[in-house]
């Protein structure tokens, strides 16, 4: 790398994107980029592996001894498998969410990120949906949940939440893999284009014999405006479903009015903490630092602490309304959480949740990656812990004195917990190495409009464009009149 | 009294001319709806690009776009649909006690139903845009590699009259390769 491309890598780069990479290069850094990523990327994909191991084996564990050796066959039947499963969904509301609502504004940083963050969705939602299926023990019959007509008659009850869930995850899982792919086929042509072997066989499938008329682009526009205009609605439906899992219950501490907006803010945090980790990884993985760029890191760095305080908002206003509401079974589970046997976990939640993001009011911070990488992975167990705190302390201290009991959670669930990242891993590992994680075609649609915008004169440009001759009558026929 | 109807000369050629940037390729299509090419209208052309740029449409003219009735028509139906499969079963599910609530719960059927109605209007519109873009169809004919990398093509379908014309407009604005391919 020359001495002027380094500069233009160090942290003062003050824009998203160099204008004047050419078109050819983005292709050829991407292209390449998914066949020869740095040796980090194996070394990650052999521990997601592993993990994932370690949760084939506690499954196969919990399978043959039963749910009690996951410790949940006392007051505590969810624990940290529904704290993880609303951890999961929660990971997954940025990727779709934030591309979608960053589409429809116009916010063209958006475009060298969005790829790997709508993977990060449909990767989440598949984790989470592991969740319900391995508590249920039985897990043949995860198909119940499902409307079908049975031989009995008997259908779900279509008043549960449970089933709004079912509804609601397929509804985003369906639409958030569709919005991914949709977006996807203009580089899946690309990628067809450039390739040989079983990589081109794939492409020129998933391709759909994309040519790049003016009438694909027209309907690719439209459909991918409106599948983000329904994806937007839906994103903050499920995570409102899914905190009505909670707050439809009338235990102490979830029966609260604040929880769905409460945790559509801590999904949108989570989310985005979790971009900022993948940002980091990919950027070193893939050598991209030309486009994943310190400025673009800088905006989600706002972003992030931007939602951080919304949700500290939203954490502090429940607290709130528990204090001075005067039920007192709800009084007692926040006294609890505060100065319990759970209260260092309550704290840390607090501390990584609400006074960990200021840091992210320092330039130095957003701009140095070693520190924003941690600092994005202890948001994260912060937003985890919450989760915990939200299930645990309830479950222990609800409204039957004879249920009361301080669990801790056994190995089996552990290893569930921890073989979920090794899964999310694998699976965004494969993909990443598969499509590619940076979209070609927008990326040049943001060089080329940036690159007119501040080299081109913009009357020039205008005139240009206002000037495109119209169609000029026809010249008559026999002579006319 | 007008004369006989003067008919179009059949299309014999496929023409793909490339273009290094969309300026020139935007000179070649105003020269065309100048009918410098007498025969040949903007209607004709076809114009293929790596990138969506956002003037096309000022360029090529309106052309339809059928997304957004899709999307309507699609989400309608899953909304309807879906309550009403719901509202049936729930009326055939005689073995669940009710204790005194509704048999139909209007308030969560219509949480069930809004989710499909996304669904089924995110499906729509997808069917939508594979037909509209003419998408999972036996291609047709020229393309080339470099349309996906940085290069502008402009495709029209041409009589032999409109040939030459046509080649010359694409040299005066600096076409970097021509394709040519024979319907007949």
Not at chain 1, 21 to 37: F, G, H, T, Y
Not at chain 1, 99 to 113: G, M, V
Not at chain 1, 242 to 250: E, G, K, N
Request: charged residues 15%.
């Amino acid at each position: 790398m020359n001495s002027a491309a380094a500069k233009h890598l160090t942290d003062e780069q003050t824009k998203d994107i160099d204008e004047n990479i050419e078109w050819a290069k983005i292709n050829k850094d991407v292209l390449r980029s998914m066949e020869n990523p740095r040796r980090g990327y194996w070394v990650a994909m052999f521990i997601s592996v592993c993990l994932f191991g370690v949760m084939i084996f506690a499954e196969v564990w919990q399978y043959n001894y039963g749910m009690g050796d996951a410790l949940l066959n006392t007051s505590h039947m969810w624990d940290l498998y529904i704290s993880t499963f609303v951890f999961w969904i929660g990971m997954s509301h940025s990727g779709t969410l934030l591309s979608a609502i960053l589409h429809l504004t116009h916010a063209d940083w958006r475009k060298p990120i969005y790829r790997f963050a709508e993977a990060m969705t449909t990767f989440s939602l598949m984790t989470a949906g592991i969740f319900p299926v391995i508590h249920l023990g039985r897990v043949w019959n995860f198909y119940w949940v499902m409307p079908y007509m049975s031989d009995r008659g008997i259908w779900p009850n279509f008043r549960s939440p449970l089933i709004w869930d079912a509804f609601a995850i397929t509804a985003y899982l369906t639409s958030s893999v569709l919005f991914l792919y949709v977006g996807m086929i203009p580089d899946l042509a690309i990628c067809r284009d450039n390739t040989t072997g079983w990589r081109k066989k794939l492409y020129t499938f998933l391709s759909l014999g994309w040519r790049g008329d003016d009438a694909q682009w027209r309907h690719f526009r439209f459909t991918y405006l409106v599948i983000a205009c329904f994806l937007i609605p839906l994103a903050v439906s499920v995570h409102s479903i899914v905190a009505m899992d909670f707050a439809m219950a009338i235990m102490p501490g979830w029966h609260v009015t604040t929880f769905p907006p409460y945790f559509v803010a801590g999904a949108l945090y989570s989310g985005c903490s979790a971009i900022i980790t993948l940002f980091i990884l990919l950027r070193y993985f893939f050598k991209f630092e030309e486009y994943m760029t310190m400025p673009i890191l800088d905006k989600v760095c706002k972003l992030t602490f931007v939602i951080a305080m919304v949700w500290t908002y939203l954490n502090l206003i429940e607290f709130a309304s528990v204090w001075y509401g005067h039920d007192i079974p709800s009084k007692e589970v926040l006294i609890a959480k505060a100065t319990g046997p759970y209260s260092p976990f309550f704290w840390g939640m607090m501390v990584l949740g609400s006074v960990l993001p200021f840091a992210l009011l320092s330039k130095f911070v957003r701009r140095n990656m070693y520190v924003m990488f941690f600092v994005s992975i202890f948001l994260n167990v912060g937003m985890w812990l919450e989760r915990w705190m939200i299930v645990t302390p309830t479950l222990s201290l609800g409204y039957h004195p004879q249920a009361f009991n301080v669990m801790w959670p056994g190995w089996v669930e552990w290893a569930m917990v921890g073989g979920s990242f090794g899964w999310f891993g694998m699976l965004f590992l494969m993909f990443v190495k598969i499509f590619p994680c940076v979209s070609m075609y927008e990326v040049k649609e943001m060089v080329y409009h940036r690159k007119r915008t501040t080299y081109a004169d913009v009357d020039e440009m205008m005139e240009l464009h206002s000037g495109v001759p119209g169609p000029e009558p026809k010249p008559q026929e026999n002579g006319g009149s | 009294m007008s004369g006989p109807a003067k008919r179009k000369a059949p299309k014999t050629k496929r023409l793909l001319g490339l273009f290094g940037d969309f300026d020139q390729a935007f000179d070649v299509i105003a020269d065309i709806r100048h009918y410098k090419v007498p025969g040949v209208t903007v209607d004709d052309v076809t114009l293929k690009s790596p990138i969506e740029h956002p003037e096309i449409e000022d360029v090529l003219g309106e052309r339809p776009c059928n997304i957004p009735k899709w999307a309507f028509w699609g989400g309608l139906f899953g909304f309807c649909f879906t309550f009403i499969m719901l509202a049936s079963a729930q009326a055939n599910f005689l073995a669940q006690p009710q204790g005194g609530k509704a048999v139909i719960t209007v308030p969560s059927n219509i949480v069930l139903a809004y989710e499909m109605l996304i669904l089924f209007g995110v499906l729509s519109t997808l069917t939508g845009f594979i037909l509209g873009a003419k998408l999972m169809r036996k291609s047709e004919g020229l393309y080339d590699k470099a349309i996906s990398l940085d290069q502008i093509g402009i495709v029209i379908e041409v009589a032999d009259t409109e040939f030459q014309p046509l080649k010359d407009i694409f040299k005066k604005h600096n076409v970097i390769e021509i394709h040519e391919e024979s319907l007949t």
